[in-house]
């Protein structure tokens, strides 16, 4: 537990900067834009890429290992989807799913495993998230449209998850890692560079966005939905992977680490951009952004 807490304690010190900053500061949210271009567009995939071109050679296992984790998100949808049924405030079942489901990936997920599992966690914390943001952005615009799900829907969300900077930093860095290439020094350098700069800066900003917005209240349900995402979630990875047993311990443990996250950041953008139960997305990411900082100590300590 003591060491869990010491991984992640520099973590939430980098949100909290963040939320510090925008209390003091008061800048408009515009102002924010360029430093989530730099770690969207640069820092971010740059963590990526380096960690995907120094990936172990048997990855054999790597379609079932997918299988499994991409498995384990589309339940965790499914069941904030549930518990969103019937909610008194009118709140659309789809942004319970996504609070249930869709961890925080992107911001945390690649640096904090990295940070509490060494460069070999960087690899399978990529293919997680590449095969999550998969999922999510193929099951939520089927969930939010009326029509229901389309050939159309389905080409438009493939389109746009290949062209996420992300996945295509992914793709590069298998691309080179194939090559056997060594990377030269004079490019390797700055890379590790942007590399080393993707936690601090993310945590910053995602501290920047949370301060914009008031907490309100924590109810039954969407406290049940973050119970689901914070507790079950890695419970259930845990489980399928120790069913099957197999795997390198370094991946599964990823696994279990990027299943503990909270919702992501995105989940306050998604509902944003559609305009449905945004004051739920963002009470979703902020309380359990807080409540990670008690349960993420206690899984890392757990798997490390």
């Known amino acids: 537990m003591i060491v869990g807490l010491a991984l992640i304690a520099p973590f939430f010190v980098y949100i ?7 209390r003091l500061l008061r800048f408009p949210a515009e102002s924010q834009r360029w430093l989530d271009a730099f770690i969207f567009y640069v820092a971010l995939p740059a963590l990526l890429f380096q960690s995907v071109r120094g990936m172990p050679d ?14 384990a998100t589309g339940v965790m949808f499914v ?56 999922l999510i952005f193929t099951i939520w615009p089927a969930m939010i449209d009326r029509r229901g799900l389309s050939l159309m829907g389905i080409a ?26 060594e990377m030269p020094g004079f490019l390797d350098a700055p890379l590790n560079g942007f590399r080393d ?24 349900r969407l406290g049940a939905c973050l119970g689901v995402k914070l507790l079950v979630h890695p419970i259930v990875v845990a489980v399928a992977f120790g069913a099957i047993g197999g795997f390198d311990p370094i991946w599964v443990a990823t696994a279990i680490i990027m299943g503990a996250l ?27 952004t807080l409540l990670s900082a008690l349960s993420l100590p206690v899984v890392i300590a757990m798997v490390s």
């Open 58 to 71: 048997d990855v054999a296992r790597l379609p079932a290992f997918l299988a499994l984790t991409t498995a």
């Open 16 to 22: 909290l900067v963040g939320v510090v900053a925008e």
């Open 156 to 181: 438009a969300s493939l389109r746009r998850v290949i062209a996420h900077p992300f996945i295509i930093a992914t793709l590069a860095g298998l691309g080179f890692a194939a090559t056997g290439l």
């Open 197 to 220: 700069a993707a936690a601090p800066a993310a945590l910053f900003s995602l501290g920047l966005t949370l301060a914009r917005h008031r907490a309100g209240r924590l109810d039954p």
């Open 262 to 288: 909270p919702p992501a950041a995105n989940v306050y953008v998604m509902a944003r951009a559609e305009g449905i139960s945004v004051p739920l997305a963002a009470r979703a990411v902020l309380f359990g």
């Open 79 to 134: 069941l904030g989807w549930l518990l969103g049924r019937g909610n008194p405030d009118g709140d659309h079942r789809a942004v319970y799913g996504l609070a249930a489901s869709y961890s925080n990936i992107g911001y945390m997920g690649p640096t904090l495993t990295f940070a509490a599992l060494g460069p070999a966690a960087g690899a399978p914390a990529a293919f997680i998230f590449c095969a999550d943001v998969l």
